[in-house]
């Protein structure tokens, strides 16, 4: 499929933003009109630049409020028109985005409307333009795309048709289905963006909350499934109005818009659509979703706290690399990393997670075709050569095969003790702390090239302001990120691995033996758990005492979790999950972040 995305997706100037269009592997670009009334470069320069890169310029937007006006305001409208198609000319642009009329029509008549529109293609005719209609969802009279057609389909005029916007059709609940009955000769154009599940006005939403395909709540892959049925032929075009992206760094935005496009052809491809096309929506490798985590690592300068850490929690030391200074420790299917390779000046941050995954090499092959960044690592003879992918926030992810056992890697590793007696641990959930910038791109990035699942997005409060989350699982739960975006003022928001034990309380009072100050957890929290749940005296005394939290949803499940201190940027977590529990503890996510807070200071 050719693809397409607006200038206004993008931060930067027009030709900053041709470059990164170019660069991501873009086929062509919607110009935005306030994007080349502030370029200093001539239509003829802008035209020139995008044929150099290899770009075509697919359509000229927007041309607004042009139907349902009085014949006064419609010569106003033809005088506009005629000198932007002329700008069209010295462009090279061959097809305008007409807006139905918000502000100036006064006429709710589809005669009118399409008369109008007939005038105007004369014009556009005469200059070797198209009109592309679009129902636009606030429009004063014409807000449903099957009203624009029956005013396109009226006009009867070889250059007028239609633009379809998924965002104007599913954010009003439109069935997207009667698109089928377009002839696709008459779809001139097509945009796309996602968006949240929001309950707001409808141009608010759009002109603020616009997403990439794969990032919120609409069935893009089911709307363009419509539009190729109906034989459209032209550019999957991107139009994502979001105030994140217009701030944020051009390339880096234009690769994420690129990788949209490419899953979501994928994911349309899988639905076996009946297209009329030859160069069709193509597959990506198949690749399943990762069945366990392998290891995650922590890098420092020195991370001789969290070895520490691990040893009160009863992991058992295994040894130093056998080439790197990297040591490893074990609980069960838990293993940790601890990373000084490279590491000056770095306090400890969750560098990596390896997940196994059934088919590693499909999953490289996936990374590599929806242009996730590689990550290097020096490796010597003899040992396993893992390939990574740096997620959206910098966290490399590494693929390894599914092991019955420990796996290969875990011999390179000298000089250790063998595993101890202590209950075994298995990595549960891992929590990520993103910048604001990331946090949709990271969605996309796991739904994407790891196949998981996006769940809803939560807000937790925090003493310095809401920590939005979201959490990215596998269908079985066994791998489970979860994404987190710190309040603007607060740099200081961890990551952490929580690990799951059969027995949350004996490992606490086991680990106190050793010597662990799990993170303090104030009296009143205890009070209201009190109130909320019938538990016995006894066993709010002890959970009060080992700083032990708990939860039970609906059903009858329950869940036990206590937290360790942070050490530089990282803390770790056990959990109990009982009866199908499938939360995590979200009612203690403030109390937790307080104490955090206080522990800062």
């Given amino acids: 499929m050719r693809t397409s995305i607006a200038t206004v997706c993008l931060s930067g100037t027009l030709t900053e933003k041709l470059h990164a269009c170019a660069d991501a592997g873009f086929d062509g670009v919607e110009l935005f009109e306030p994007d080349l009334l502030a370029s200093p470069a001539s239509p003829e320069e802008i035209g020139a630049l995008a044929r150099r890169l290899g770009l075509t310029l697919d359509l000229y937007q927007p041309f607004r409020d042009a139907e349902g006006v009085t014949e006064t305001e419609f010569e106003a409208v033809l005088h506009r028109a005629r000198a932007k198609f002329r700008l069209m000319q010295r462009l090279g642009v061959d097809t305008v985005l007409v807006c139905s009329n918000v502000a100036t029509a006064t006429v709710d008549d589809d005669a009118v409307s399409a008369d109008q529109l007939r005038r105007l293609g004369d014009e556009a005719q005469a200059h070797g333009v198209r009109i592309a209609y679009e129902a636009l969802a606030w429009g004063r009279y014409v807000d449903d ?312 997005t939560q807000e937790v409060a925090a003493p310095t302001g809401l920590v939005r989350s979201r959490v990215m699982r596998s269908d079985d739960g066994a791998v489970r990120l979860a994404l987190n975006v710190a309040p603007v003022l607060d740099r200081g928001l961890p990551q952490h691995v929580a690990f799951r034990s059969p027995d949350v309380v004996a490992a606490a009072r086991l680990a106190r033996t050793r010597g662990l100050h799990p993170l303090p957890i104030p009296a009143n929290y205890y009070d209201d758990l009190a109130a909320r749940f019938d538990l016995p005296a006894a066993v709010l005394d002890e959970m009060r005492e080992l700083g032990v939290l708990y939860d039970r949803d609906e059903s009858g499940g329950e869940f036990r979790h206590f937290y360790t201190r942070t050490v530089g940027a990282v803390f770790f977590e056990l959990v109990q999950r009982d009866g199908g529990y499938d939360g995590y503890g979200a009612a203690g996510a403030p109390v937790r972040l307080a104490a955090q807070h206080l522990a800062r200071r």
């Avoid at 040894?319 to 390779?341: D, F, I």
């Fill in 145 to 456: 795309y099957r009203r624009a057609w029956r005013i396109a389909e009226r006009a009867d005029h070889p250059a007028v048709g239609v633009c379809l916007d998924s965002f104007h059709i599913l954010s009003r609940g439109h069935d997207p289905a009667a698109i089928e009955q377009i002839p696709a000769e008459k779809i001139f154009f097509l945009q796309l963006a996602d968006a949240p599940a929001l309950t707001m006005d409808v141009l608010s939403w759009s002109r603020h909350h616009r997403l990439f395909p794969g990032e919120g709540s609409f069935d893009l892959a089911a709307f363009l499934g419509h539009v190729l049925d109906a034989g459209y032929t032209g550019p999957v075009s991107l139009e994502v109005f979001n105030d994140t992206f217009r701030q944020t760094d051009v390339e880096r935005t234009a690769r994420q818009a690129k990788r949209s496009l490419t899953w979501l052809e994928d994911q349309v491809a899988r639905r076996s659509v009946r297209s009329r096309r030859t160069d069709g929506p193509s597959r990506l490798p198949d690749v399943g979703q990762p069945v366990a985590f392998d290891f995650v690592e922590v890098k420092a300068e020195d991370a001789g706290e969290v070895d520490e850490l691990l040893r009160l929690l009863g992991f058992s030391f295994r040894g130093h690399h056998r080439s790197k200074p990297v040591r490893l420790w074990t609980q069960g299917t838990a293993r940790v990393l601890c990373n000084e390779h490279l590491a000056r000046d770095r306090a400890p941050t969750l560098a990596a997670i390896g997940m196994e995954v059934p088919d590693p090499a499909a999953s490289v092959r996936r990374a590599g075709l929806l242009g996730a960044p590689s990550v290097f690592r020096r490796t010597r003879a003899g040992e396993q050569d893992l390939v990574a992918f740096r997620a959206p926030e910098g966290t490399e992810i590494f693929f390894a095969d599914p092991s019955p056992g420990e796996p290969a890697w875990v011999p390179e590793f000298d000089g250790g003790e063998q595993p101890g007696g202590a209950p075994g641990l298995a990595i549960d959930h891992v929590n990520l702390a993103h910048p604001w910038q990331t946090f949709e791109e990271s969605v996309l990035f796991h739904t994407s090239v790891l196949a998981l699942r996006s769940q809803g």
